[in-house]
């Protein structure tokens, strides 16, 4: 399974962007996906996570603020980011087939880069 992460970019605090980890080599449609972030100095953390039957697990610094979402039909998992903060900004990182859900999984895209501006 090949990930591609998109939709990253600079949004001024408080705005909004959403990333699409489209697929290709394999269907996700029975994969757990989640999405990681990766500021600089500090480690991945798990921002969200859906397993397969849609359910859901989110960080608690972004409960409320990002949704997580997946569509079968085109292959592709998605996040919904509102209410950006500065601190907010990383690259993210899509990940596909958990091995230990909702923390550990084996397959991984590029990430994409989100800046969030004061």
């Known amino acids: 399974v090949q990930l591609q992460a998109s939709g ?6 408080g705005g909004s962007l959403r990333l699409s980890c489209a697929a290709s080599g394999r269907t996700l449609r029975s994969y757990a996906m989640g999405w ?9 953390e798990l ?10 697990n989110y960080a ?10 997946r569509d079968n039909a085109k292959n592709t998992g998605n996040l919904q ?9 990383a690259v993210y990182y899509c990940a596909a087939e958990a ?3 909702p923390s550990e999984y084996r397959y991984w895209g590029r990430g994409t880069q989100v800046t969030v501006s004061s």
């Open 81 to 89: 980011m509102n209410s950006l903060k500065p601190e907010d900004t």
């Open 99 to 101: 091995v230990n859900w």
């Open 47 to 56: 921002v969200a996570a859906i397993t397969s039957g849609g359910s859901t």
């Open 60 to 69: 608690d610094s972004v409960k409320g603020r990002f949704t997580i979402s």
């Open 36 to 44: 990681f972030r990766q500021a600089p100095g500090k480690q991945r």
């Open 8 to 13: 990253g970019g600079v949004v001024q605090a």
